[in-house]
């Protein structure tokens, strides 16, 4: 796997890269870095989503975080933001998400919390890294009756879904279809939303260990979208497999991005007088068409790398209460610490319910630039390597050159899976269809 940590946790293919050795190594290590030397048991909270991986990685975890005298605190499956507010909640020195988020089954990954709920910096996770990969002679074992203890947390959904709960007074009226994507948001996904007095209908909520993100979810909307406009509902919503995204999907059937999200939630805050700064934080990749609705909307953004760590990072420097990514990462700092699919999907009710605008009405409010994405799949021993390669660097800059002010380009490696992403935006949709190929296939001739 080479280093541990990308930017959203350590991932590999369950077992065979990322190990169960190296799953409790890892454990061994965060219990080390993460918890207070003053506590005599310290606690660590350890969550997963439905991949048949799951429960192996979580014994290994277990099993490493006990060996260096630290208390596991099994959550069973929850959504990765539950991970992030049950961490404070139940005072816990840190927590342990297991997942590969909108990955394939065949993925896993583990992602870290400290006790205060929030992702690792850099940083910790380099600390964490040196241990398992460089030092693990300096992880000293337990003996006799200083291991840690296996407790199972069995209040831990309810009390994540209460959270969610104290958000909103009710959705009574609202007609949605919910997109579970056989993953951590099956069952919490039902007590949340008919909880709150919504109308629903649910998809791809039976996970069997092997459908997680199988042709659903976020990162597969079609089904949606005949659920949608079949049932006659006012929205649909689609999380992934760790349920720490959501895309919504219109009456009509359209997709509403995390821009078009993004752009719903800072007009309500700003009109409510809650958004804070009157800031909102998005990445890179952000669509052209949400800075011209922005400036439109005297709005002022924030920007950052790709990545939801990279955006809470700068929500805090700024004290910044909304900010996210085009994925579907939105993360609303008063509430979580996380971005969190299930609270997006009940503040985007929440505003129907209120407004009582139709959801093509709102998303409306931002036009999108037409946006050209493809994802090359790279061999292992060529990560890292493209930006070093003149040709490639070449025929970016003469694309570049030639679209001018009429879009932008956007090459980079993936943090979590082996690709390149490129991306194009502009006006003219063929021009940047054909930039798109004619970089994409530099690309593969170099690295694949």
């Known amino acids: 796997m080479g280093r541990l940590f990308g930017t959203d946790g350590a991932r590999g293919v369950a077992i065979t890269e990322l190990t169960c050795e190296l799953a409790m190594n890892i454990g061994r290590a965060a219990a080390m870095v993460l918890t207070n030397a003053t506590h005599k048991k310290p606690k660590i909270l350890i969550g997963k989503d439905t991949r048949v991986s799951s429960d192996i990685l979580e014994a290994a975890l277990v099993s490493g975080i006990c060996s260096v005298g630290a208390d596991a605190h099994i959550l069973g499956v ?23 988020s909108h990955n394939s089954v065949e ?30 002679e300096r992880m000293t074992l337990c003996s006799s009756t200083d291991v840690g203890r296996v407790f199972n947390e069995k209040n831990a959904e309810w009390d994540y879904i209460r959270h969610i709960m104290k958000t909103c007074e009710g959705l009574k009226g609202v007609r949605v279809a919910i997109d579970c994507a056989n993953g951590s948001a099956s069952s919490s996904a039902e007590k949340l939303f008919v909880g709150l007095g919504a109308e629903c209908y649910f998809i791809n909520n ?8 199988d042709k659903c979810g976020s990162t597969n909307m079609e089904a949606l979208q005949k659920c949608v406009v079949e049932n006659r509902c006012h929205v649909g919503l689609a999380f992934d497999g760790d349920a720490d995204r959501c895309l919504a999907v219109d009456e009509k059937g359209n997709l509403v991005d995390g821009d078009k999200l993004l752009a719903i939630f800072s007009k309500y805050m700003k009109g409510m007088g809650t958004l804070n700064h009157n800031t909102c934080v998005v990445t890179v990749m952000t669509n052209l068409g949400f800075f011209k609705f922005a400036k439109e909307s005297n709005i002022v953004v924030a920007t950052t790398a790709v990545g939801d760590r990279y955006v809470l990072e700068e929500m805090k420097k700024g004290g910044y209460n909304l900010g996210g990514e085009q994925s579907g990462h939105i993360i609303f700092l008063d509430q979580s610490n996380t971005g969190d699919g299930q609270l997006t999907g009940v503040k985007l009710l929440d505003i129907l319910a209120r407004t009582r605008l139709k959801m093509s009405a709102l998303a409306d409010m931002m036009t999108s630039y037409p946006q050209v994405l493809h994802n090359i799949t790279i061999p292992p021993q060529s990560k890292g390597k493209w930006e070093g390669i003149s040709d490639i660097l070449m025929v970016i800059e003469t694309c570049k050159m030639k679209l001018g002010d009429e879009g932008r380009i956007l090459v980079r490696e993936s943090g979590t899976e082996p690709l390149v992403r490129v991306m194009l935006e502009g006006k003219n949709y063929g021009l940047i269809t054909e930039y798109a190929i004619r970089i994409s296939d530099e690309i593969r001739k170099h690295l694949c």
């Open 107 to 136: 993925f896993n990954g583990i992602k870290l919390f400290s006790g205060e709920g929030f992702k690792l910096p850099d940083e910790i996770e380099e600390e964490i890294e040196s241990l398992v990969l460089d030092h693990p």
């Open 78 to 100: 929850v959504p990765t933001p539950a991970v992030a507010v049950l961490v404070k909640k139940y005072e816990a020195d840190a927590g342990v998400m297991i997942s590969a």
């Open 206 to 213: 039976k996970p069997d260990g092997t459908n997680i993100n």
